[in-house]
């Protein structure tokens, strides 16, 4: 893939959701999910903030299906930034904030002091258990009696390591052979938006933050589930899972 997608942000929208599913082909079906729940504690015009948002992936599915919804996206990352803003640029569903997640005073540069739904997808495994447990107290801290938190993440099971070794070998395999096809892999993108006149400097701004990828851990459901209880909310478990990832939801 060349450059030239430029500052056509549908484009950009489609190549990083390619890029992803590359990854994880059941990501749509993740995101059904997801928003089935959304409806099931909060209805169909649910005030939302889509944490750790990306290009906007989440909130782009929630008013797809929810039009009343409205969508708060909270991110550090300043070229995934430039994209989701330039896709929802004019759309008063939606609004977003530049913040650090590990920021402890995050929640206060939000414009709703609660939400039904927090929904986040593959972006909390770039923490570490100690600042994930922080983060998912602040998280219940913003979510309304009776409102949801939705995660849908890599989640390893370390007490399965023969089943987990052969659905990677699987996986990989497939990896490769939708490589050899054209598939851009993660960095493969990013090198593309580098070359982009529009992205090239938001993209070094982050790579400057944030490094060439997460060093952070993937603790299984039971852990995610339990922690989410500890940090207040009431209830917590899985709601669907492929074999290499998983959606918890945890009710307040």
Request: hydrophobic share 40%; proline share 6%.
């Amino acid at each position: 893939m060349t450059t030239g997608i430029g500052t056509d942000w549908n484009a950009w929208q489609e190549s990083w959701d390619r890029q992803q599913e590359w990854y994880m082909p059941d990501r749509e079906e993740r995101f059904r999910v997801m928003l089935d729940m959304v409806e099931a504690f909060a209805g169909t015009a649910p005030r939302v903030l889509d944490l750790a948002c990306g290009t906007g992936t989440i909130t782009a599915r929630l008013l797809a299906r929810f039009p009343d919804a409205t969508s708060t996206g909270i991110d550090l990352d300043p070229a995934l930034l430039t994209i989701a803003r330039g896709t929802f640029d004019g759309d008063d569903r939606v609004s977003f904030v530049e913040a650090d997640l590990k920021d402890p005073d995050w929640p206060a540069r939000l414009p709703h002091p609660t939400y039904d739904a927090v929904l986040t997808a593959t972006a909390l495994h770039w923490f570490h258990a100690e600042p994930l447990r922080a983060l998912y107290g602040r998280v219940a801290g913003l979510v309304r009696h009776g409102g949801v938190f939705l995660n849908a993440d890599h989640m390893i099971d370390d007490t399965t390591p023969r089943i987990n070794a052969a659905e990677r070998t699987l996986r990989h395999a497939r990896m490769s052979r939708a490589q050899q096809d054209g598939a851009l892999d993660w960095a493969d993108w990013w090198q593309l938006a580098a070359k982009d006149p529009v992205l090239a400097e938001p993209t070094a701004r982050r790579f400057e933050i944030y490094g060439d990828h997460a060093d952070g851990e993937t603790p299984s459901a039971q852990w995610h589930a339990r922690v989410l209880r500890e940090q207040g909310f009431a209830e917590a478990r899985p709601v669907w899972c492929s074999p290499s990832d998983t959606l918890v939801l945890a009710l307040k």
